[in-house]
């Protein structure tokens, strides 16, 4: 079965670091781009950033370019969000998720994790 | 950017009743939209890929449709554990932003 079990989350001050873990099993991870989602307490949810399979390609939404990086070690099957500079809205439940190519030429988030709580407050 | 628009914000019907939701993009997607369920305390799940496509282990009771800038989601005959916010998403361009949901509420 496949399987995503997030870790990292907790309490951090506004400027602070937090590393987000994603350890997956189940299927071939190398195979998948491979995304973090975040949802605000109450709030929408918000498509943060993805990777490619092999690691070669990155994109991420505007509001944490330059502070947030995704990565991925395909040998321990584990993504990563390491978050730098951080802001109070910056608080959410943060889910990784995989994505699955159906073929038409797109991609879509088919499996999620259980999330984790990341707070931002001083 | 894409920006995603839905509509209504929220949606009283009760067990039996169809519902009608409506997702609209701000320029074209093609058929490149998806649509989450999420319940309290859950994670998305995937519901239809490629606006009409099921995702696997959904019934047949949800069903979309739409192409370029408009998209609807049917639910037929609600079941009581269909109650529970519905996001669209574009997978067409970069960012890859959410709509602001539906919540399909219990009346």
């Known amino acids: 079965d496949v399987q995503l079990v997030e870790s990292g989350g907790g309490l951090v001050q506004p400027g602070g670091s937090l590393r987000l873990s994603c350890a997956a099993s189940g299927f071939a991870f190398n195979n998948y781009w491979m995304t973090w989602v975040r949802q605000a307490p109450g709030k929408v949810v918000e498509w943060v950033a993805n990777?490619?399979?092999?690691?070669?390609?990155?994109y991420y939404v505007e509001s944490v370019k330059g502070r947030f990086t995704i990565s991925r070690d395909n040998a321990q099957k584990s993504l990563y969000l390491q978050m730098d500079s951080l802001r109070v809205e910056d608080t959410a439940v943060y889910y990784c998720v995989r994505d699955t190519y159906y073929g038409s030429g797109s991609y879509y988030g088919d499996y999620w994790g259980q999330g984790t709580l990341v707070t931002v407050s001083s | 950017e894409i920006v995603l628009t839905q509509s209504p914000a929220t949606l009283s019907l009760s067990p039996g009743d169809r519902a009608t939701l409506s997702c609209r993009a701000s320029q074209s997607v093609r058929s490149s939209l998806a649509w989450y369920q999420q319940k309290p305390g859950q994670a998305p799940r995937l519901l239809i890929y490629d606006a009409s496509n099921r995702a696997a282990g959904i019934p047949a009771r949800f069903s979309g449709s739409g192409s370029g800038t408009d998209f609807t989601l049917t639910i037929n005959s609600l079941e009581p554990e269909d109650f529970a916010v519905y996001y669209c998403h574009q997978r067409y361009s970069w960012p890859l932003p959410f709509g602001p949901g539906t919540k399909v509420e219990i009346k």
């Open positions: 990777i490619k399979g092999d690691g070669s390609a990155e």
